[in-house]
């Protein structure tokens, strides 16, 4: 009696990937995040770094619209919300949530946006808010200013500043 014995094939298509492929795909693979993630951190950051100009630029234009309105107003004088009165002259919770002129008002900073908080940068850390005003000596003229910076070392936007003036 004859035994058969079934036959051995060398049909590659029904074996998968043979190991030098798999490791050919993962070394692609690796090549190709090296450039994406590198890639993508550096748009992140930029986004943040405008998100923050964004942010004080929203300060910026609620301040002066808060100018205006008191400017209008009968009986009231056209000022900014007054500068912080911390060291380094930061927008904190505690500015934010003190009224700015108690004799008119219990409206404090952050009651100016519709958010009810002031924006902040990416880092969630306040930004850096000083106001002044100056006299024209020779026309008498008082020019109102104000400074919006990100003094955060580890913002993006880190030393970016505006100063304005009415």
Same mark, same amino acid.
């Given at each position: ?7 051995? &094939? ?5 074996? *998968? ?5 798999? $490791?050919? &795909?993962?070394?692609?693979? *690796?090549?190709?995040?090296?450039? #994406?993630? @590198? #890639? ?11 998100? +923050? ?5 929203? !300060? ?16 009231? $004088? #056209?000022?900014?919300? @007054?500068?912080?009165? +911390? ?27 519709? &958010? *009810?908080?002031?924006?902040?940068? #990416? ?6 808010? $000083?106001?002044? +005003? ?11 200013? !104000?400074?919006?910076?990100? !003094? ?13 003036? !009415?």
């Amino acid at each position: 009696m004859k035994v058969t014995h079934p036959k051995k &094939t060398d049909d590659k298509s029904a074996a *998968g990937f043979t190991m030098m492929e798999l $490791v050919v &795909t993962l070394a692609l693979m *690796g090549i190709l995040f090296s450039f #994406a993630i @590198p #890639a993508y951190n550096g748009v992140s950051e930029e986004m943040q770094g405008k998100r +923050n100009v964004a942010n004080m630029q929203t !300060i910026r234009e609620t301040f002066f619209h808060y100018f205006y309105r008191m400017h209008q107003q009968r009986g009231r $004088v #056209a000022h900014f919300p @007054p500068s912080p009165d +911390n060291e380094k002259k930061v927008m904190d919770d505690q500015w934010s949530s003190t009224p700015m002129d108690s004799t008119l008002s219990d409206q404090a900073p952050q009651n100016l946006f519709s &958010t *009810g908080e002031l924006p902040k940068n #990416a880092n969630n850390s306040p930004f850096m808010y $000083v106001t002044w +005003n100056d006299t024209n000596q020779v026309t008498g003229e008082v020019m109102f200013y !104000i400074k919006i910076e990100d !003094i955060d070392e580890d913002s993006p936007s880190f030393g970016k500043s505006f100063t304005y003036s !009415i």
